[in-house]
């Protein structure tokens, strides 16, 4: 009797101790993602609040916020793992020798939901693209979406270099509208929905009008020697970012309501953007993007291939060509 006794109470000692250890080796088993906390909508957040990344054994790791501009120095450094940014600023940045590859394809410009829209004060004489002439835009970084489609859009109506940018945080443009520091904001979501509906600032247009959207890829990249070190955990991101991008799709206001709580913002307010099935990536945003900058000399003709650039292989929905 004394020895079941003992043998019980020992039994008992050893799972009281073993359960904290225990459990410390679950939590450890969650392999951190360095990620920057961005200001445009994105599934990351959702996934993350869902426990989705969890279920995969993976763990967000949030490093606060990155201004637009660091984001893919950032991802360079290796002081973030993955991120998602415009192809123009990866290609330019590979290019100068930085080692990143896209690994999905993100958001994409819809008319519905498109990637930017260009807002005015509610008032404004400002109707269309001929009256952006010898006006002040409000864009959030240079070398990227905001301010190349725009350029792209201006050239096609005779209106080359004649206007003047002014970067601004998308969070500002709503104030900065309002007090005339600008006269045009290139917005995306959720600033641009809650512009709107404040009846503060109204559409001109959105970035479809050029080629329908085809360069309003928002693409996640990482750096190739994070894949080469951790596939397994490139591959799980991947997997839980589609899951969480195709639920998106689905379920627009819930998710713009989930963002907003992640980020502090009115969740009345919210908005969220379409994304490509299954996160699979083209070549024709990525090709659109390569002509565009060979176009304005900022890449040399020949210097980088579509299918180069991005990798579809740790995508669950991708079929190898044979």
């Not at 109470?9 to 920057?36: H, M, N, R, S, T």
């Not at 002081?79 to 290609?91: C, E, Q, Y």
């Not at 998710?255 to 913002?265: E, H, N, S, T, V």
Request: with cysteine; net charge neutral.
């Amino acid at each position: 009797m004394r020895l079941t006794t003992l043998l019980s109470a020992a039994g008992l000692a050893f799972a009281v101790l073993a359960a904290p250890a225990q459990a410390a080796d679950a939590k450890k088993e969650l392999f951190p993602i360095k990620y920057a906390n961005v200001q445009w909508f994105d599934p990351v957040y959702i996934a993350d609040a869902k426990g989705w990344f969890a279920e995969e054994g993976l763990k967000i790791d949030w490093v606060g916020e990155v201004p637009a501009a660091q984001l893919v120095p950032a991802v360079a450094s290796r002081k973030v793992d993955i991120t998602n940014r415009m192809t123009p600023l990866v290609l330019t940045a590979r290019q100068g020798g930085a080692k990143l590859t896209l690994i999905a394809a993100g958001a994409q410009t819809t008319p519905e939901r498109p990637h930017m829209k260009y807002l005015v004060k509610t008032g404004s004489p400002i109707k269309s693209i001929q009256d952006f002439k010898g006006k002040k835009i409000g864009i959030n970084s240079f070398g990227a979406c905001s301010e190349y489609v725009l350029k792209e859009y201006l050239s096609r109506n005779g209106l080359d270099g004649s206007v003047e940018f002014v970067v601004l945080p998308d969070p500002n443009m709503e104030q900065a509208l309002t007090q005339g520091l600008i006269d045009v904001g290139v917005l995306h979501s959720p600033f641009h929905e809650k512009a709107v509906i404040t009846g503060t600032a109204t559409e001109v247009f959105s970035d479809y009008a050029v080629d329908k959207g085809e360069p309003g890829m928002l693409p996640y990249f990482t750096h190739d020697d994070f894949i080469k070190e951790n596939p397994e955990a490139v591959k799980k991101f991947v997997k839980v970012l589609v899951r969480a991008s195709n639920w998106v799709n689905q379920n627009h206001d819930e998710a713009g309501k989930i963002f907003a709580k992640a980020r502090g913002l009115d969740p009345q307010y919210s908005g969220s953007w379409s994304y490509y099935e299954n996160g699979l990536i083209q070549d024709g945003p990525v090709q659109w993007w390569i002509d565009y900058l060979v176009g304005i000399g900022q890449l040399k003709a020949g210097s980088q291939k579509a299918s180069e650039v991005y990798t579809n292989r740790f995508n669950p929905y991708y079929v190898a060509k044979q």
